[in-house]
């Protein structure tokens, strides 16, 4: 089956550092990719939709200068947290939507720990 | 603005019983509705997706409903397995086009062997 490669799985960095997540799909190709958050005991929460080669489409209250979102091709996006503090401690999923039949397939998600 | 909610949070039962989980979204107009499986440390698998004009969807020992117009779906589980203890999450999608989607807050289920 289709598989979505998200890397690292988990990352520990210091407060005012930033951190990039990438989000690959690995047989497929996907002109919209999506980010989301998830804090403990939470729902996941959509952050932005990534399209391939435009500027992403951010949700209400993401900031966009903090979290930048590249997809340069159709099958790479990948999310930058900039100056990380430790409320942005979180996990972030992606997911990529097969532009051939639409399919939805998730990431296995990066936990990041921010101190 | 959407929301979802799921109940219970939480749920234990022995192996073999029939159980059904509930979900509830606050705006009727969607375009689907997906359940998914979460495994700790591991991403979402898609378990069932069904379409706005779709009433059920059935696959192997799962069955998904959904009532539009109430605003609600359940995910029926037949013959529970201790693999099947899982975090499962409810989400719909708005619209057709590059739109993301809202989930619940899950179900936590432990199926006790």
């Known amino acids: 089956g289709a598989v979505v490669s998200q890397h690292p799985s988990w990352v520990i960095c210091k407060s005012g550092t930033s951190v990039k997540i990438e989000c690959r799909s690995l047989?497929?190709?996907?002109?919209?990719m999506f980010w989301y958050r998830q804090f403990p005991k939470q729902s996941l929460m959509l952050m932005a939709t990534s399209n391939e080669g435009s500027k992403a489409t951010y949700e209400q209250g993401v900031e966009k200068d903090k979290f930048l979102i590249n997809h340069a091709s159709l099958t790479l996006s990948t999310l930058t947290v900039t100056s990380a503090h430790p409320e942005d401690s979180s996990f972030y999923i992606c997911s990529a939507r097969d532009r051939i039949n639409e399919k939805l397939f998730f990431g296995s998600g990066t936990q990041l720990s921010v101190l | 603005k959407q929301e979802v909610t799921q109940i219970p949070a939480a749920l234990s039962v022995p192996e073999g019983e029939n159980l059904v989980l509930n979900c509830s979204f606050t705006?009727?107009?969607?375009?689907?509705l997906q359940w998914f499986r979460q495994d700790p440390g591991k991403g979402l698998t898609s378990l069932l997706l069904?379409?706005?004009?779709?009433r059920e969807q059935t696959s192997g020992r799962l069955n998904a409903s959904l009532d539009k117009s109430s605003g609600r779906s359940t995910l029926y589980i037949a013959a529970s397995q201790p693999g099947d203890s899982a975090t499962y999450l409810c989400?719909?999608?708005?619209?057709?086009?590059?739109?993301?989607?809202?989930f619940g807050k899950g179900t936590h289920l432990i199926i006790q062997p």
């Open positions: 047989d497929f190709q996907a002109t919209t």
């Open positions: 989400a719909v999608r708005k619209g057709g086009g590059a739109d993301g989607l809202t």
């Open positions: 069904i379409q706005s004009s779709q």
């Open positions: 705006d009727s107009a969607i375009y689907n």
